[in-house]
């Protein structure tokens, strides 16, 4: 498994940058990380149980929090903080963020919510 050696807070550009030790290197968006949380509140306690997020266009990140040598908790400015990015989810955001985005796209647009800032 691979491991971060970089991991750099861009509030301006509200990008979270992470490099890791194989040389991949992702800029992950405050907005796409808010709605992947890993937390119960988001994700739910089993398939099918999601929720989607919506109304996180303009979300920052106050800190990045190290937890122990596996993950970090992202302290975002609407009071989200109870997820884990653990390093392979931070990587599979990154190696799956075309898809990923997408679908969030698609189930904002068929539950009828039209994106700030789009």
């Known amino acids: 498994m691979s491991t971060p050696t970089e991991i750099k807070l861009r509030k301006q550009s509200r990008v979270l940058e992470v490099a890791f030790d194989d040389g991949e290197r992702f800029e992950l ?12 509140e988001v994700r739910g306690h089993g398939p099918g149980q999601e929720r989607l997020q919506v109304g996180k266009e303009e979300v920052g990140i106050r800190a990045v929090e190290p937890v122990g040598h596996y993950a970090v908790r992202l302290v975002f400015d ?37 994106r700030r800032n789009a």
Not at 29 to 40: I, T
Not at 79 to 103: C, F, I, M, P, V
């Open 29 to 40: 968006g405050f907005e796409y990380l808010r709605v992947y949380s890993p937390s119960a």
């Open 78 to 114: 609407d009071g989200h903080d109870t997820g884990l990015y653990s390093w392979k989810y931070l990587r599979e955001l990154g190696e799956q963020y075309d898809a990923k985005w997408r679908n969030y796209l698609d189930r904002l647009e068929a539950a009828g919510y039209a």
